[in-house]
């Protein structure tokens, strides 16, 4: 019957503490409290527990809801509400319109810089410790110069593309869009070519990424540099920027069935069902379709055969790696501690005997699936 009855997606909830602080001046109300938070988690547990039947759910639901129930009525059964009817906010998602992601400012803020954190990370690693490992890293491996360089330029062209999508919905200058869309698909052509040179059967899923990222910035370069072009009048520039864009944009969509395809490690995602790939395409179709029905009407200038040369630079948004440098060592290390560390006592390696290689169990990641699509949205 599972695959017969529609069924809406569960309401999911945020976590409820029942701590008040100050308020509970008690044992008996501190009990209550407990209660309510072991019995709520208890009957949110049920509904994702195969093994529950209806006796189970019914029995869990009463114990939380007969606890709950002091805090919505008066205790003496008349109408009046309880006093602490309002001491306690629950936040539940909308069972059609599910979590709406919409990332608030500090959100989007914490996003930028994290990525611009990880990237100073990465580059004090570069600079500063991996010199000095005692086996220097092999080719191809995490630690090698290629592959953190790829990272370093990533982190900086993800946060930019979170700069990006706040130009754009705050309606910044099309000049300034079209140089931050510019500078960050050049950063993710020069990740691509520090992997150029790695072996395709490990770095050929991660740098079609790469270069879909750089035709889908390109696009959006060319597409807000026709719509600068327009404004200065240059209408038959203006639709060949757009041309370069919209050809620059089916690459990027072609890239994204093959980036699907190829195998490689790590989760694929998949950003040309996302909206604010899809509308780019739209946004360069209706763009391209006005420059040329003002270029029939007014400006009648003739379209150039080559495409305009993108040679824009942005004054503003550009992210730099944020210096990181490790935490002083912790108040416990003295002398004394250092010395109570007696190498000579080191018990020594019996190389005779081949020792099994220890198995390192991959990380579960979870499944992050938004449940609604905002195209970036930035409230």
């Not at 602080?21 to 008690?26: D, H, Q």
């Not at 110069?145 to 910044?172: G, M, N």
């Not at 996302?274 to 040329?292: A, D, I, P, S």
Request: hydrophobic letters at 35%.
């Amino acid at each position: 019957m599972t695959h017969w009855f529609h069924r809406n997606p569960l309401k999911a909830t945020a976590p409820v503490s029942f701590n008040y602080y100050g308020v509970v001046t008690g044992p008996a109300a501190s009990k209550i409290c407990s209660d309510l938070r072991s019995s709520r988690a208890r009957l949110l547990e049920l509904f994702t527990d195969l093994s529950c039947n209806p006796e189970m759910m019914k029995n869990a639901a009463d114990s939380y809801f007969s606890l709950l129930q002091g805090f919505i009525n008066s205790l003496d059964e008349s109408t009046q509400e309880s006093k602490l009817r309002y001491i306690q906010n629950f936040k539940w998602t909308d069972t059609l319109q599910g979590q709406v992601p919409s990332i608030t400012e500090d959100e989007a803020k914490e996003v930028h810089r994290s990525l611009k954190i990880a990237a100073g990370i990465f580059k004090h690693l570069k600079e500063s410790h991996i010199p000095k490992l005692i086996t220097p890293a092999e080719k191809g491996r995490d630690l090698e110069a290629r592959l953190i360089e790829a990272y370093i330029i990533q982190c900086q062209a993800e946060a930019q593309e979170v700069t990006i999508a706040r130009a754009i919905e705050l309606k910044h200058a099309p000049g300034l869009i079209a140089a931050l869309a510019y500078e960050t698909a050049n950063f993710y052509q020069k990740a691509d070519h520090a992997l150029s040179s790695l072996e395709p059967a490990y770095s050929a899923k991660w740098r079609k990424y790469l270069h879909l990222k750089m035709c889908f910035y390109t696009a959006y370069a060319y597409c807000y540099h026709g719509q600068t072009l327009l404004a200065s009048d240059k209408c038959g520039e203006a639709i060949r920027s757009l041309q370069e864009a919209e050809k620059f944009y089916a690459k990027a969509e072609a890239l994204c069935k093959e980036y699907g395809e190829t195998k490689g490690p790590g989760p694929t995602v998949k950003p040309s069902g996302h909206l604010f790939f899809r509308k780019l395409g739209n946004l360069v179709k209706n763009t391209l379709e006005k420059c040329q029905r003002e270029n029939g009407f007014i400006y009648f200038q003739k379209v150039p055969t080559e495409a305009p040369q993108l040679e824009l630079k942005a004054n503003y948004g550009l992210v730099e790696p944020v210096p990181f440098e490790f935490p002083p060592p912790s108040a416990h290390w003295t002398p004394e501690t250092l010395a109570a560390f007696d190498l000579t006592k080191r018990p020594k390696d019996d190389s005779a005997k081949p020792k099994p290689e220890e198995v390192v169990k991959p990380v579960k990641e979870p499944d992050i699936k938004p449940q609604k699509d905002t195209g970036c949205y930035i409230s």
